[in-house]
């Protein structure tokens, strides 16, 4: 009896000292977490990784939470300047003709949410303009010259004046469509928009472009110089 009662203790020391050295499980090397817990399947395409969705987090990668835009309480002050506020809204998925997950599209962020340097999970970033034109020659070094839209573009859910795609690297793009400059979302499942983090140079103002990536209806990608003032979509990519 003597001995079982000294070796207990022993016992208890080696459970108590697993557990204290657990560590939480990393996610695959094929996925990323937001600060949400949200989890997205990711993929290398060429010489870059990137998600596979577009971005849906309503927390900064610190934790810390973003405003969500509502008309009632912001009015028309989706982008306002001498009161700066990071805000996101979901993309409107109710000109599908079909009942979507509200997050389907994923979230669409002003300009201050896009220029906070915390929008992304960490270990990612949101895109440059150059990041996408590197993707675009990919894909037109690999059989799809001219047709590098459609490649991106997801098979389905896309109007018929768009036209849908043949996803045909897995990109999965989405018409999520864009937020108007009065707070409106606007253009889903007609086109899809995706922000970069490539921005004009000088004053803060309505008038400021930032560089986005449009899928519509070409068989091309579309760079558009787009006000600062609109809202969009992100994909991630690696860093």
């Given at each position: 009896m003597k001995k079982i009662n000294f070796l207990i203790p022993f016992f208890l020391f080696i459970i108590f000292s697993c557990n204290k050295n657990k560590t939480e499980p990393t996610p695959p090397n094929n996925t990323a977490v937001d600060a949400d817990g949200n989890t997205y399947t990711t993929k290398k395409i060429?010489?870059?990784t990137w998600m596979l969705e577009n971005l849906k987090t309503t927390k900064y990668n610190d934790g810390t939470p973003i405003t969500k835009y509502s008309f009632a309480t912001h009015g028309n002050k989706w982008f306002y300047v001498p009161a700066p506020e990071a805000l996101y809204q979901w993309a409107n998925t109710t000109t599908s003709g079909q009942t979507l997950p509200f997050d389907y599209?994923?979230?669409?962020?002003?300009?201050?949410?896009?220029?906070?340097?915390?929008l992304a999970p960490k270990g990612w970033r949101i895109p440059t303009e150059q990041?996408?034109?590197?993707?675009?020659?990919?894909?037109?070094?690999?059989?799809y010259a001219n047709n590098e839209a459609i490649a991106l573009?997801?098979?389905t859910g896309w109007l018929p004046s768009?036209?849908?795609g043949t996803n045909a690297v897995g990109f999965n793009a989405l018409p999520n469509g864009y937020v108007a400059a009065g707070g409106t979302a606007t253009g889903?499942?007609?086109?899809?928009n995706f922000a970069t983090s490539t921005i004009g140079s000088g004053p803060l103002n309505s008038s400021t472009i930032r560089?986005?990536?449009?899928?519509?209806?070409?068989?091309?990608i579309i760079f558009s110089d787009n006000t600062v003032s609109l809202g969009f979509g992100v994909r991630c990519i690696k860093e």
């Open positions: 060429g010489n870059q599209y994923g979230a669409v962020y002003n300009h201050f949410a896009l220029e906070s340097g915390k990041d996408f034109k590197e993707l675009e020659s990919y894909l037109r070094l690999n059989g573009k997801s098979t768009s036209g849908n889903s499942s007609l086109i899809g560089k986005t990536i449009d899928l519509f209806n070409l068989p091309t």
